[in-house]
């Protein structure tokens, strides 16, 4: 129950040696930077499927998409508006291109402790604020499958001419049944990235780039998109992506259909359980936000005595199921068509199992409670202007007992996803440290600090 989407099904995907079609750009196999040939036949061919003006192959992941687009969108020392639960990719663009972020925050999806979607109004009312930004930068869905109103973010960015980005990583799948929510190109995105290899049968590192408008220079962008990637493009990752274009342009509508029931029958099974809540989009737009991607599966164990990381590995150790990952009182796996009936079943059997064990008794709620009195939607005040102020400082590391009060130079996020905790330039507070503490209590992987045991952080001197 984790990606790649392909879900090493070899019964729907099957390729030669891969060794047989590692070639180069000899005469017949084009070039990824200049493409004429098949490269660029199939790219059209994406971007017919999707209804873009533009696709490009990314073999750098999302990752080398949103660097080129933020890139491409902005000059050096730009004001852009951006989603705060952004991947550190987005930062990464920030600091090269020395840019001025104004946050944007999402709703919470309070029952379950996680981020929501991103509000038009919320972006109409900034950029009548602040005059001078250049692009926004949202992310729809997030990982764990909150829809934003991305055809409401961009009317209102556009009434302003300014550019919209999405990174939909975790969104290659929408659009492709009625029963998803539609994708933003759909929706009127300028930029799109989709990393195709987390939720379509893709090879891992397989992404796409669509480009939908006249507000940002094509020039610009397919420079940029040369900069961030290998000048020696794996031809293995574009064959894959050639083989999942062509199993959804053959058996798409087929294989949409029947996954899409699979999907219905465990959300409906799943009703049966006592203890264990599974997200759903009534609870998502209940909670004041847009709309939610079926295809992820939130096991919230709050109000038990288990954390999500106690259900992440008694899922893996005592019924041989590997979810994505874990977080303080949830656990989160991850679908597409490259799933099979028997792993729903397996799914459903161990979790209805687990959820029989769970004890609700008083003494529990009170030990549950205890543990997780916690506000994981804590936002740390920008003290510096932008990150790179921050890492190109005189900096000190020092023990994060000692941090409080300080500027952080480095970042600390938890990976998977990768979305930030703390910010280069972002002041450490005692709420901040007291949930690092809580993450490393519960044996979640904290990353970003050149301390790879996260006892110490780097600050501005």
């Not at 303080?328 to 059997?349: N, P, V």
Request: glycine share 8%; proline share 4%; aromatic share 8%.
């Amino acid at each position: 129950m984790h990606m790649p989407g392909h879900k090493r099904n070899t019964d729907l995907l099957q390729m030669v040696n891969p060794y047989s079609i590692d070639i180069t750009e000899i005469d017949g196999f084009d070039n990824l930077h200049r493409p004429e040939g098949i490269i660029k036949n199939g790219m059209e061919r994406w971007a017919r499927i999707y209804g873009s003006l533009d696709t490009y192959y990314l073999v750098g992941g999302s990752s080398a998409g949103i660097l080129a687009g933020i890139s491409a969108a902005t000059n050096r020392g730009d004001k852009i508006l951006v989603a705060r639960n952004s991947h550190k990719s987005v930062y990464h663009g920030i600091y090269l291109n020395g840019l001025k972020p104004v946050y944007l925050y999402p709703e919470r999806i309070k029952s379950f402790g996680i981020n929501g979607s991103i509000s038009p109004k919320t972006v109409e009312e900034i950029l009548e604020r602040e005059k001078d930004i250049r692009l926004v930068v949202v992310t729809s869905p997030t990982y764990e499958g909150v829809v934003s109103d991305i055809e409401g973010i961009a009317k209102a960015a556009h009434r302003y001419k300014i550019p919209l980005m999405v990174d939909e990583a975790h969104g290659a799948h929408l659009g492709f049944h009625p029963g998803f929510p539609k994708n933003s190109v759909a929706c009127g995105a300028d930029i799109v990235v989709q990393s195709i290899h987390k939720t379509l049968p893709a090879f891992t590192q397989s992404a796409l780039l669509h480009a939908n408008s006249s507000l940002i220079a094509k020039d610009k962008l397919l420079r940029y998109l040369s900069i961030y990637q290998s000048t020696s493009p794996s031809y293995i990752l574009m064959a894959g992506m050639d083989k999942c274009r062509e199993l959804l342009e053959s058996r798409g509508k087929e294989l949409f259909a029947a996954y899409y029931e699979m999907l219905t029958e465990f959300f409906k099974a799943a009703e049966e359980f006592k203890n264990i809540r599974l997200l759903t989009d009534n609870i998502v737009r209940a909670e004041g936000s847009y709309a939610f991607d079926p295809s992820k599966l939130n096991l919230s164990v709050r109000g038990t005595e288990y954390t999500g990381t106690k259900l992440y590995h008694m899922l893996l150790t005592e019924y041989k199921i590997q979810m994505e990952m874990a977080a303080g009182d949830y656990c989160l796996g991850m679908t597409s068509i490259g799933d099979r009936k028997e792993g729903f079943d397996r799914l459903f059997r161990a979790l209805f199992e687990v959820d029989k064990r769970l004890s609700l008794d008083n003494r529990h709620k009170e030990k549950a409670s205890a543990s997780k009195s916690i506000d994981y939607s804590i936002s740390p005040a920008k003290v510096l202007t932008t990150c790179e102020e921050a890492q190109n400082a005189e900096t000190k590391t020092i023990s994060l007992e000692e941090s409080k009060g300080l500027i952080a130079a480095e970042y600390v996020y938890l990976y998977p996803p990768g979305i930030p905790l703390l910010v280069p330039g972002e002041e450490i507070t005692e709420d901040i440290l007291h949930l690092i503490a809580v993450y490393k209590e519960q044996e979640l992987t904290i990353q970003g600090l050149s301390d790879f045991n996260a006892c110490k952080i780097k600050v501005v001197v």
